[in-house]
C-alpha cells in the first residue's frame, strides 16, 4: 500500500516480478504449472476431492493477490515514493534473472524437474483438458478481480491475519501481563520498600528503644488511653520519650526478688 509507480523505473524487475507471481499461480510455460498441476492431479487421482478443490481455490487465490493486485498497486498505482529511485544492484538482478530463467526453463521443459524426483514420474501437465481447466480458473480470477478494483481504487485496504492471530493476540496478552507485573514491582519498591519500609527502618533505628515504647503508646492511643501523652511523646521523638529510674532503684528491687527467692527456696 506504500508502494506505488514503480514500472517507470525498474520494468525489468516488473518483468521478473510478474514470471515469479504467474508461476506460483500456476500459469502455464512456468515451472508453478508443472510442480502444482502434479500435486493437484494426485490428489484428484487419489480421490481426495476436499484437497482437490482447496487446492485449486488456493492457486486461484494466489493469482488473483500475487499476480493481480500487488503489481497493479505496486507497479501501476499512484507513484507514492517521494524520493529518488534507488539503481537495483546488478547482483540482485542477476538473482531474479536466474530464479525467472529457472521458471521457465522447467515449465517448457518438465522433464528437467521429473529427472531430479526421488521417484518416477509419468505426468504429462500440457493436455487440452488441463490447459482449458487451468484458463477457466484464470479467467474467474480476473473476473473476482475486476469487480474487486473498485474497492481496491478507493483505497479500503484491509489487514488480513491468518492463522498467526492467535500468538499475535497471546503474545501481546502476556507481554501485557508481564509489563503490568513489572509495573507492580517497580511501584512496590519505590513507593512500599523505598518509601514506607525503608523510610521506618530509619526512623526506628534513630532511638529503638524510644520506638518500642510510642509503640506501646500508640496501641494504649488507640484503646483511649494515655492520649496526651503519646501525643507528647510523639513529637519528642528520636529524644527519649520512655522513663528512666536512677540505678539504685533498679539494684534496690533486684536486692527485693532475690530475697523472697531466697526465703521462698530455703522455707520449701
Given amino acids: 500500500n506504500e508502494l506505488g509507480g514503480l514500472l517507470k523505473n525498474h520494468k525489468e524487475i516488473f518483468i521478473y516480478y510478474m514470471i515469479g507471481a504467474l508461476s506460483i499461480s500456476g500459469a502455464p510455460l512456468l515451472s508453478g504449472f508443472v510442480s502444482k498441476s502434479l500435486t493437484i492431479t494426485a490428489a484428484q487421482d487419489e480421490h481426495h476431492v476436499f484437497a482437490w478443490l482447496m487446492l485449486n481455490i488456493a492457486s486461484t487465490g494466489t493469482f488473483i493477490s500475487v499476480a493481480l493486485k500487488l503489481p497493479y498497486l505496486a507497479f501501476f498505482g499512484e507513484d507514492k515514493i517521494k524520493s529518488p529511485e534507488k539503481l537495483?544492484?546488478?547482483?540482485?538482478?542477476?538473482?531474479?534473472?536466474?530464479?525467472?530463467?529457472?521458471?521457465?526453463?522447467?515449465?517448457?521443459?518438465?522433464?528437467?524437474?521429473y529427472n531430479i524426483m526421488p521417484y518416477r514420474v509419468d505426468y504429462r501437465p500440457y493436455t487440452a483438458e488441463h490447459l482449458i481447466f487451468v484458463i477457466e480458473l484464470f479467467c474467474g480470477g480476473l473476473i473476482a478481480f475486476a469487480l474487486y478494483l473498485k474497492k481496491l481504487e478507493a483505497h479500503r485496504y484491509y489487514i488480513i491475519l491468518d492463522t498467526d492471530w492467535i500468538y499475535r493476540k497471546g503474545i501481546g496478552t502476556l507481554l501485557k501481563i508481564f509489563y503490568t507485573l513489572q509495573d507492580s514491582v517497580h511501584w512496590f519498591i519505590n513507593e512500599i520498600f523505598y518509601g514506607k519500609i525503608l523510610n521506618f527502618l530509619i526512623w526506628f533505628t534513630k532511638n529503638p528503644m524510644s520506638a518500642l515504647n510510642l509503640a506501646y503508646e500508640w496501641i494504649l492511643y488507640i484503646f483511649g488511653f494515655e492520649e496526651r501523652e503519646f501525643l507528647t511523646d510523639i513529637k519528642k521523638y528520636p529524644k527519649d520519650t520512655?522513663?528512666?529510674w536512677p540505678i539504685g532503684i533498679t539494684i534496690f528491687y533486684v536486692t527485693i526478688f532475690l530475697l523472697i527467692f531466697l526465703i521462698t527456696y530455703y522455707a520449701f
Fill in 88 to 113: 537495483v544492484p546488478a547482483n540482485m538482478k542477476t538473482a531474479m534473472f536466474i530464479a525467472s530463467a529457472i521458471c521457465v526453463v522447467i515449465g517448457i521443459l518438465p522433464q528437467i524437474l
Fill in 242 to 244: 520512655y522513663k528512666h
